[in-house]
C-alpha cells in the first residue's frame, strides 16, 4: 500500500509542477537548500572553541526541526496532497493507511531538503576527525532524525487540527505562529549574542539544553562514538527510532479520530439582548461584536495580534532595548487591521441577504467599521497607556497622540475598503470545519492592508515632525476620523454598485470580467482552491497578480522585491529612525548607526526610499500582468 501512495504523490507531484505551482515549488526548495547549505559551511569552518561547531549545529537542528513541527501553525496545515478522507470508504485500518501516508509523506521537495541540510551532522563529524565507525553513526543519525521530523511534524499538524477545535486551541496555535513571525522579525536582537557566542562559546548550560532536546541527540550519538562511549551513542539512536515509532502510533490515533467525528466550531449561539441597539448600523455592530467574540478564524487573528505585538516589543529587552513598548498598542492596531483584511470573503454568499434590502450595503460598511473600533481601540489604548507608564518614556505623548488615533482611523476605513475591492473568496461558514488549519490565508491581501494602514499615518508623522507639539495630535484626530469616514463612504458606494459581481465573485472564486473563453478547467486547482470544493489551502497571493503571465526573470524580481523590501524599508530604515527619534539606539546590525552623526540621517533615508523602489516595482509589475490576464480572459486562479 505504501508503494501505491509514493506513486500517487510522484503523480501529484508531477502534475503540479506547472505555472505558478512550480514557481513556488521551485523558488522554497532553493530557499531551503541556501539554508542547508549554510548549516553545512558551518559544520566545516574553523572556530577557536572545538565545542563550538556541535553547539552551532544544534542550535540550526533545533530551529529546523522546530520548522517541522510549526510551520503547519503557520501555512494551514502543511502539505496534504493526499488527504486521509480520500480513502476512508476503503477497508483499510487507521494503522495501515498512516504507515501508507507516512511513506508517501517521505516524497517531495522538503524531505529532501532536508536530508541535505541533516548531512551537516556527517560533515561536522569527519571535520572533527572522530572516525570511520563515528561516521557511520552519523549516517544513522541523519536517517533516523529525518524519520523523527517528519513524523513528529505529521503528529504535531493533527493534533493541532483537532485541539483548534477549540478557543483554548485557537489561542495556543495563534501565540505559535505570532511568537514564530515575530521571532523572525526581530531576529536583529540576536546578532550581538551570537558574536559573542562566535568568540568565547556558548554557555555551558545553554550547550547542555541544545544536545538534549531530540534534534541534538544525533549529535550526542556521534560525539559519544567518537569518544568510544557506544551505550552512550546506541541510547541516543535508540532514542531517536523509539521517537520516531511513537510519533507514528499517535498519528495512527489521531487519524482514526479524524475520520471518525467531527465537532462543530465554536460554541453553540446564544440569543442576548443588545440595550444599546438602536438601529441598522449598531445592529450590524451588535453582530459583528458576537462573531469576534464566536468565530475561531476571528477570534484566532485577534489572539495572534496581540501576541505579536507582545513578543515584537518585548524581545529587545534581550538586549537592554525598551525602544518598541511604547508602540505596542500601535502594532497591536496594525496587526489586527491587517488580519481583518478579508470581511466580506470571510462572510462568503452571506452578501445576498444584503442585496435584498435597500440601502442595507450602507449601515453594513458602517457598523463592521463601529465593531472594528470597538474591538481594536480599548487594547490599543490600554497597551499604549500601561507600557509608557512602565518604562517612563512620557516624552513620546506627542507621537502616540498622533499616531495611534490615526492607525485606528485609517484601519477602520483601510479594512472595510480592502474587502470590498480585493476580497479573497473562502468556504462559507457553514460549510467550514472546526480545524482552522483547513482555512487558509491570502498574505498578500494582508501585506496590503498593513501597508496602506501605515501609510494613513504619515501626515500626523510629519505633523510631529515638522510642526508644533499640538498640531501632531490635532492632525491625527481629525485625519483618522477623516480616512475612517471617506474610505469607508468609497467602500459602500463600491459596495452598493458591485453587490451582483462581488457576490458572483465570493460563490465561485471566478472574477466577471471576462474578454473571452477562459482556458481549459484544471480539476486539481479547481478541487484545492474553489469555495466549497475542497480544502482552502493557503494563498499567498503571487497568483492574484497574474504572475503566470510574465517572464520568468519578472516573476522572480517580483517574488524577490516583495521578499526583501522590508530590509530596507523597516529593518535598516524604520527601525533605526525610530531609535534616533527616542534618543534610544542600539547600534545592533543597523548600518547607518555605525555612520558618522551627519551620515545617519541621509542614510536612514537613502534606506527607506531603496524599500519603497522595490516595493513600488514588484507591485506595478505585478499589476501590469493582472490586467493582461483579465484583459485576456485569464483568470490569474485558474478559475474555469
Sequence with gaps: MAVVLIQMKLAVLRHS?????????????????????????LAGHDYPVASLPFDLLGVGFALWTAGWLLGPALFAGGDEALRPEHFSLLSFTP???AAGLAGAAFVGVAPLVTLVAFSALVVVTVKAGLGTAA???????????????VLASRLVTAALGQVMRSKAGAALAAFIS??????????????PLVQAALRTGFPDPFSAWVVALPSGW??????????????????????LAV???????????????RLTTRRASGRPARVASSGWVKGPTTAVAARELRTWSRDLSRFHYLVFALCYAMVFCLLPLAIDAPIFLPWTGAVFALWVAAISANLYGEDGTELWGKMMVPGAERHDVRGRQLAWLLVTAPPTLVLTTAMVILTGEYGLWPWLAALVPALLGGGAGVTVLVSVLRPSPMTDPHRRGGNLLENGTDFA??????????????????????????AGPVVGLAGGIALAWALGRFAATRLESSAPELLLHLRTGVSPKRRRPAPALDLERLHLSKPGLGRSKPDLGLDKLGLDLAPAGRRAYVIASLTLCWVPLAAQGIVPALMLTTGQVTRSWFLALYLPQHLQWPTIIAMIALGFVLLATGLSIGLYYLARSRCDGIEPDGGP
Excluded at 135 to 149: H, I
Excluded at 221 to 234: K, L, M
Excluded at 445 to 470: C, D, E, M, N, S
Design 17 to 41: 509542477m506547472t505555472g505558478r505551482r512550480a514557481a513556488q515549488m521551485v523558488t522554497g526548495a532553493l530557499v531551503g537548500l541556501l539554508l542547508a547549505a549554510g548549516l553545512i559551511v
Design 95 to 97: 494503522r495501515r493507511l
Design 135 to 149: 561516521t557511520v553513526v552519523g549516517v544513522l543519525a541523519v536517517v533516523l532524525q529525518l524519520v523523527m521530523c
Design 178 to 191: 505570532a511568537a514564530i513571525l515575530a521571532g523572525l522579525h526581530s531576529s536583529w536582537v540576536l546578532s
Design 218 to 239: 544525533g549529535l550526542v550519538a556521534v560525539r559519544a562514538a567518537g569518544q568510544g562511549h557506544w551505550p552512550t551513542a546506541a541510547a541516543a539512536l535508540a532514542g
Design 243 to 257: 521517537l520516531g515509532v511513537v510519533c507514528w502510533y499517535g498519528w495512527a490515533a489521531l487519524l482514526n479520530r
Design 445 to 470: 491581501q494582508v501585506l496590503l492592508v498593513l501597508i496602506l494602514t501605515a501609510t494613513t499615518a504619515a501626515p500626523a508623522y510629519f505633523a510631529v515632525r515638522l510642526g508644533p507639539v499640538w
